[in-house]
T-cell receptor
Framework: NAGVTQTPKFRVLKTGQSMTLLCAQD?????MYWYRQDPGMGLRLIHY???????AKGEVPDGYNVSRLKKQNFLLGLESAAPSQTSVYFC???????????FGPGTRLTVL | GIQVEQSPPDLILQEGANSTLRCNFS?????LQWFHQNPWGQLINLFY???GTKQNGRLSATTVATERYSLLYISSSQTTDSGVYFC???????????FGKGTRLSVIA
């Protein structure tokens, strides 16, 4: 099992550009999450999904959109990137919400 | 929502020493997890422990839900234990985890 994978690992964008981050899991988990990690801030939840076709807002959803068209994939989109979105983005998944979360390796995004 | 606070923010240990990391939370929890982020950024789940005590090798964790805290014990620390330890909790059955800001541990040989 690959667990949770994220694509790409690194990306540099210019202000105003758009991009999509892909998260994939092969553990048949229902729940998937997108977090951002900034220095001194811990991890903050952007959006999450409780199953295929569902999405919900987390703590810091503004400027991001998500989609969960297939159970194994969770996409995070930035429509118009801003320097404030420079961060490390982590995807995670869990079988149920009261179960262990497993994290992907992260994507380091820089917006110039 | 629930507030999660971790202490100390930074900790430096000599190899072989023991340590205790603390996580306080503001409300009753039904989900509490400890994670280790290694120096390369990878996040690994250590414990799922909304109550009680668990042990895994040199690491153990105790959550006292009635007093709203959890402790992570690291015994005979090794340099590979270095990194940031996060506690995360939620206070209801359908809300996601809220993370603390972490404890940065440095183990020196």
């Amino acid at each position: 099992n690959a667990g949770v994978t994220q694509t790409p690992k690194f990306r540099v964008l210019k202000t105003g550009q758009s991009m999509t981050l892909l998260c994939a899991q092969d553990m048949n988990h229902e729940y998937m999450y997108w977090y951002r990690q900034d220095p001194g801030m811990g991890l903050r939840l952007i959006h999450y999904s409780v199953g295929e076709g569902t999405t919900a807002k987390g703590e810091v959803p503004d400027g991001y959109n998500v989609s969960r068209l297939k159970k194994q994939n969770f996409l995070l989109g930035l429509e118009s990137a801003a320097p404030s979105q420079t961060s490390v983005y982590f995807c995670a998944s869990s079988y149920e919400i009261l179960h262990t979360q497993y994290f992907g390796p992260g994507t380091r995004l820089t917006v110039l | 929502g629930i507030q999660v606070e971790q202490s100390p923010p930074d900790l430096i240990l000599q190899e072989g020493a023991n340590s205790t990391l603390r996580c306080n939370f503001s409300d009753s929890v039904n989900n509490l997890q400890w994670f280790h982020q290694n120096p390369w950024g990878q996040l690994i789940n250590l414990f799922y422990i909304p109550s009680g005590t668990k042990q895994n090798g040199r690491l153990s964790a105790t959550t006292v839900a009635t007093e709203r805290y959890s402790l992570l014990y690291i015994s005979s620390s090794q340099t590979t234990d270095s990194g940031v330890y996060f506690c995360a909790a939620s206070d209801s059955g359908n809300t996601p985890l809220v993370f603390g800001k972490g404890t940065r541990l440095s183990v020196i040989a």
